[in-house]
């Protein structure tokens, strides 16, 4: 009774799991077409069943036995004696293979066979307005630079969209909103580093930006405010400047 019940808890739960996983995906799709990757083309995340023995295998044994399990009946198992050594020879057979306490070849790669999101392979799609599919992203390894920058800018903004909760109708709701930038687009090329400081101000965030006195001409456009440290290299002292930029506006004004 108590093997059924563990068996049939852990199949329920790989299950939940990996629904629950699938569906943070989707929601998370649903940000990411917000999103133009390119005039008129959109991104997403598609995922199709692993190619991975192990976990193909695992899954397999996991959803036979809990079949099995569901078929049987523990008082016929206790009054039949072939159904009993049935019974036993499956349960040992599974924990023989599964159990990390009796086998410890299996302990490590247990984390890895538990977890929902390698029960998936996940690749990037691209479509048209018309929602035909353009493009398909396996991997970035044959991509150019300049899409490699376009696919790492989408995953910034999937990621604020996501984790700030963002929407088209609550871009402006209260939540706080900081990030910080230390020196991420040093190597990054103008276009690039325009689309995510125009991404940080559509979405009202407050961003810290951590940068060298060379590289902040290209920022000016989009602070309010910053603190300049120079450090005398005699002494070994450091000193703070505070600086407020005006908008345009202002400066009109005045």
């Known amino acids: 009774i108590k093997a059924k019940s563990s068996i049939a808890s852990l199949n329920a739960t790989i299950k939940k799991n990996l629904t629950e996983y699938k569906e943070k995906i989707d929601k998370l799709n649903e940000t990411v077409r917000q999103i133009e990757w390119g005039k008129g083309r959109h991104i997403s995340l598609c995922y199709r069943n692993t190619s991975d023995d192990q976990i193909i ?17 523990i008082a016929d198992i206790c009054k039949d004696e072939a159904l009993k050594r049935d019974f036993d020879n499956r349960i040992e057979s599974f924990l023989n293979e599964y159990d990390p306490m009796i086998n410890n070849n299996i302990a490590a790669k247990m984390k ?7 029960c998936l392979e996940y690749y990037c799609q691209v479509t048209n307005d018309r ?11 044959s991509k150019s630079g300049g899409e490699k920058e376009s696919l790492a800018y989408t995953i910034i903004a999937a990621s604020l969209y996501y984790n700030f909760n963002l929407t088209t109708k609550n871009e ?18 103008q276009d690039y580093k325009k689309q995510c400081l125009d991404l940080f101000a559509k979405f009202h965030l407050q961003v810290i930006i951590i940068t060298p006195s060379s590289e902040t001409d290209a920022y000016l456009d989009y602070v309010k405010g910053g603190a300049i440290v120079t450090m005398d290299e005699a002494t070994h002292t450091s000193t703070l400047i505070m600086q407020r930029y005006m908008t345009e506006g202002e400066k009109e004004i005045s």
């Not at 709701?173 to 910080?180: D, E, G, H, K, P």
Request: glycine share 0%; charged share 35%.
């Open 57 to 73: 295998r695992y899954r397999k044994c996991i959803d036979d036995f809990n079949e099995y399990l569901t078929k049987v009946d």
């Open 112 to 118: 890895h066979l538990t977890d929902v999101r390698n």
């Open 131 to 141: 929602n035909d599919e353009v493009e398909i992203y396996n991997d970035s390894s």
């Open 172 to 189: 402006r709701a209260q939540s706080f909103r900081l990030i910080f930038i230390d020196e991420a687009f040093s190597n990054c090329s």
